[in-house]
């Protein structure tokens, strides 16, 4: 289909482009970018993401480390290996698979980690570079939309971007990275008020509710382009959070799910890494 726009492409370019950077800064100066994941407990998703975080390190030609704690560690042996892990110089990067077991406090795990190796820029420290419009890690998923945006030309100087969601990890960073493009930018959420009216206003929608298809035909303006961050598991498969059926013929462009959003965030995982390298050895 002629509007869709390609994750899985814009992903693997970012990819090549890291994998340059990686064989160059090794060349240059003999360290080697690396990226830690943390994972605690055995949830099954969460070992298919990092599994792939690992084969997407490698492919990189980047080293990685694979921290899997049980289950039942408590807090402060959870923020101690974090503590290592920062402490370490192999580590350039690292992420605290999410969502932790419920006896564990997952805000507190991300404070420990400090903003220099913050590979999915979800700390404090680097939300509120990104909310002063300063250098410092991007918020992987959300930047891989502005990538996405960039990668098809959609101007984004001046166009009215309505986000659906605010949570910390997708919808109020994408808004400040947006504001960062000079965007005009409306967030919703499940308080407003007459959504459909407010959406359809946006030249450019994001969705990022976690609601399966909850965004129909009648949310969008035609011509609009469209962005489907949402990733729902259905007894028949995956789902975004856009009605792709009933959206799509009415798009300038639109995001698939899957092989839209998703496969950028480990492409940002990786460019954060390799950003975070060559800071620490110009440092
Ligand atoms: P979240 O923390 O559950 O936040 C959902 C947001 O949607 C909240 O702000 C909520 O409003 C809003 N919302 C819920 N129902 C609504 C409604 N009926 N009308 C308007 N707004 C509504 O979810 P998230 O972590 O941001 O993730 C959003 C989606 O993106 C999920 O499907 C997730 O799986 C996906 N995701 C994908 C990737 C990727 O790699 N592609 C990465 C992260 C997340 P309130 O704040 O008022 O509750």
Do not use: W
């Amino acid at each position: 289909m002629e509007n869709l726009i390609d994750g899985k492409a814009v992903a693997a370019r970012v990819r090549v482009d890291v994998a340059t950077r990686v064989a160059a800064l090794k060349a240059r100066t003999g360290v080697q970018a690396g990226l830690a994941t943390v994972m605690v407990g055995e949830d099954p998703a969460s070992a298919v993401y990092v599994g792939n975080k690992h084969t997407a390190c490698h492919a990189a030609g980047m080293a990685s480390f694979d921290v899997h704690l049980p289950g039942d560690i408590t807090q402060g042996e959870l923020h101690a290996r974090i503590d290592e892990i920062c402490a370490d110089a192999r580590i350039h990067g690292m992420i605290v698979q999410m969502p932790l077991p419920h006896h564990l406090d997952e805000a507190a795990a991300l404070d420990r980690i400090v903003y220099a190796k913050d590979a999915d820029g979800l700390t404090p420290a680097a939300q509120g570079m990104l909310a002063t419009l300063r250098p410092g890690p991007r918020p992987a998923t959300p930047n891989g939309v502005i990538q996405l945006l960039k990668a098809y030309d959609v101007e984004m100087r001046g166009a009215h971007a309505v986000i659906v969601g605010r949570s910390d990890i997708v919808g109020k960073p994408q808004a400040h990275l947006l504001l960062e493009q000079d965007c005009t930018v409306t967030i919703c959420h499940s308080r407003t008020r007459d959504l459909a009216a407010i959406t359809r206003q946006a030249d450019i929608l994001v969705a990022a509710v976690g609601r399966p298809r909850m965004l129909t035909a009648e949310h969008v303006r035609p011509g609009a382009v469209v962005i489907d961050v949402g990733i729902n598991r259905l007894p028949e498969g995956l789902a975004g959070d856009v009605d792709f059926a009933s959206v799509q013929p009415i798009a300038r462009l639109i995001t698939p799910v899957p092989g839209g959003v998703g496969p950028m965030t480990i492409a940002m995982l990786l460019h954060n890494t390799i950003e975070a390298a060559e800071a620490a050895a110009s440092d």
